[in-house]
């Protein structure tokens, strides 16, 4: 069985702090996705890597996929109290079907004013 | 784009009950998908189309789940005989099949079975 952990699980910070969310496999995806989520509405595209070591940045937010993609990050500098939300990231192209996603349990962050 | 939508939004029905959602994914995309969502989880992949044709369906999807797309537009699931256990957020997604697929979720239909 695929199995994607994020870690934390829950995050609670002052705005204005930096924070790295990590996403680990045991298996290797042919892309990786991270997705923002509202209470009560499903989950929104924040960025997909699909190259071993690739980084992308989105304005504060900074992903990376590891070299034998395996394993991705989410760094955000300077967090903002509009950042909050559940994060979650998202393995595809299992059984060749990159719309199939195993996703994680997803990290729950809060920024405090 | 009016994005997808997902009806009804909230379903609160009794043990043993048949339900149906339904998903209206954005026009031009030939690929629809459904998730299902439990608490502190992320979500689970269910069943996919692309157009009218069901692709694949989980494990996780017993026989009293069934799911449709007639015409390969618009989709509906169905759940026979509701248990507790069925209670959570059904999320639907649709994506135009492409190099590096981009899924484009629902709001969800939040379903509590008493």
């Known amino acids: 069985t695929q199995l994607l952990e994020q870690s934390p699980q829950f995050l609670s910070i002052q705005e204005g702090e930096n924070l790295t969310v990590y996403c680990n496999s045991s298996s290797v995806f042919s892309s990786l996705q991270w997705y923002r989520q509202e209470p009560g509405e499903g989950p929104v595209l924040l960025v997909t890597v699909v190259t071993g070591g690739e980084v992308k940045k989105l304005k504060r937010l900074t992903f990376q996929f590891g070299d034998a993609r395996k394993d991705s990050s989410l760094h955000i500098t300077a967090a903002q109290p509009g950042d909050t939300g559940l994060y979650l990231c998202a393995g595809g192209g299992v059984s060749g079907n990159t719309g199939k996603l195993i996703f994680g349990q997803g990290t729950t962050l809060q920024v405090k004013p | 784009d009016t994005g997808v939508s997902q009806d009804p939004r909230h379903k609160i029905t009794k043990r043993g009950q048949n339900v149906t959602f339904r998903c209206d994914p954005i026009?031009?995309?030939?690929?629809l998908y459904w998730y299902r969502q439990t608490l502190g989880q992320g979500p689970e992949f269910l069943t996919y189309?692309?157009?009218?044709?069901?692709?694949?369906k989980s494990r996780l999807l017993s026989d009293r789940f069934s799911a449709e797309r007639p015409k390969g537009s618009f989709s509906t699931l169905e759940i026979q005989r509701t248990e507790q256990g069925d209670s959570a957020m059904y999320l639907c997604?649709?994506?135009?099949?492409?190099?590096?697929?981009?899924?484009?979720f629902g709001s969800g239909t939040q379903l509590s079975v008493l």
């Open positions: 026009s031009e995309h030939n690929r």
């Open positions: 997604a649709s994506s135009l099949r492409a190099v590096g697929e981009k899924l484009f």
């Open positions: 189309f692309q157009n009218e044709a069901q692709l694949e």
